[in-house]
């Protein structure tokens, strides 16, 4: 899959969830994110990846299958956090809608000052 296919998949994904996405050129961490109470549950990667925010367990489980990627920023792998490859974009629907509803269900945080 292009990177211009992983964009398609990824506008779908946003179509999905009522929302329109543009893609972003920033570096900056969430610039091509979707998100529900203001949290990032979706965003897709610089190489093309769906950025998934899922319960451990869950990203453990797709992990462990070799349906998605455990996230990495700064070398380090960061808890919750998985991606899957352009050629999983079947997937891309269901497992966005699971993040949703995780994210949506998650206490928010205080912002730190």
Known sequence: ?????????FAAVAA?????????????FGANALRVDGKIFAALTR??????KLPP???????????AQSFTSGGRVMRGWVTLAP???????????EARAFVAGEPRKPRRA
Request: charged share 20%; proline share 4%.
């Open 1 to 9: 899959m292009t990177h211009t296919a992983a964009h398609r998949g």
């Open 16 to 28: 999905h969830h009522g929302m329109t996405w543009t893609p972003s050129s920033s570096p900056k």
């Open 47 to 52: 190489d093309g990846r769906l950025l998934l």
């Open 57 to 67: 367990a869950r990203t453990a489980e797709l992990v462990a299958a070799r349906r």
């Open 87 to 97: 050629q999983s974009a079947s997937d891309w629907i269901a497992l966005s809608d």
